[in-house]
């Protein structure tokens, strides 16, 4: 299977080929999940609307097929929808039945089923692949695209559509009960083993890169493993002396992070990528991407520290 590159720029609005989500009861949901999956759903004409909203949380795999057509077509979609759920809401599969409903199919020029496409704040990510992919080639194709995803810092996810387990919840005695795949790091971190959590974060990525918690626990954690034994104060002096040493100016940024200086942390890497160029521009933009991830994606100090980049990179 050829890949496709995953890409956002320049992609068409489809926000316009939808129809407006009816109202009713469940509206702000786009529809009912489908074969008990919490990431999956049924797309309807009506409900094609809600669905183009919900990528602009995460992306959405649509899947379109036609179960009179080309019966095989109906497994392969139950494929994506099981390749899908392993993510835990890192995308939402949309299935699509251009028999049941042949205006989605029609709008967006569908030229064969299958076909699977991938949405991004109602835009195409990557270039549509018509036909029948192995399951193993699904997997493939979801692991690049959150491993792009990532890359850029977006690690948004959808809820789930049905009951599913949370990452922790309260027990009969009141407290609040750690997700038992993340209490090997956060133990770690208790015990100011911060090598420890960063081994046991990156073992959670290096095994499912979807899991936006793991990524973000890693993250921080290499905050925490890069300022171990600093002096705050020689930091400081260091960078003010050295206002285009990358090495300084990164440390205290850092720093002012779990200082609780967030914003002021955004500015001094933006500033960095501003002024540098070649490697060293490139080495402050991944140190800010990765700062981004330990705060979270949906911190509006992110979403103005992303803009402040692209700003800065355009």
Known sequence: MTQQPFSRPGAVDLSGLSRPAPTSSSQGSPAASTHGSSYALHVTEQSFQALLESSATAPVVLVFYSPSRVPESTTYADEVVAAVEAYDGRFLAGLVDIDAAPTIAQSLQIPQVPLLMVILDGRPAAQPIPGVLKRDEIDTLLNQL??????????????????????????????????????????????????????????????????????????????????????????????????????????????????????????RLVDLVRRTSGDERNRAREHLLGLFAAVGNDDPRVLRGRQNLASALF
């Open 146 to 267: 959150a491993q792009g995803l990532t890359a850029q810092g977006i690690t948004a996810r959808h809820q789930p559509l049905s009951a599913a387990a949370p990452a922790s919840e309260e027990g009969d005695d009141g407290e609040v009960q750690v997700d038992p795949r993340y209490a090997a790091a956060q133990q770690a971190l208790e015990n100011d083993d911060i090598d420890g959590a960063v081994a046991e974060y990156q073992r959670l990525v290096d095994a499912n890169p979807a899991d936006t918690e793991a990524a973000a626990g890693l993250a921080m954690s290499r905050v925490l493993q890069r300022t171990q034994g600093v002096d705050l104060d020689a930091a400081r002096a260091a960078a003010a002396a050295n206002p285009d040493d990358l090495d300084a100016q990164t440390l205290v940024a850092d720093l002012d992070l779990l200082g609780g200086q967030v914003d002021e942390a955004f500015t």
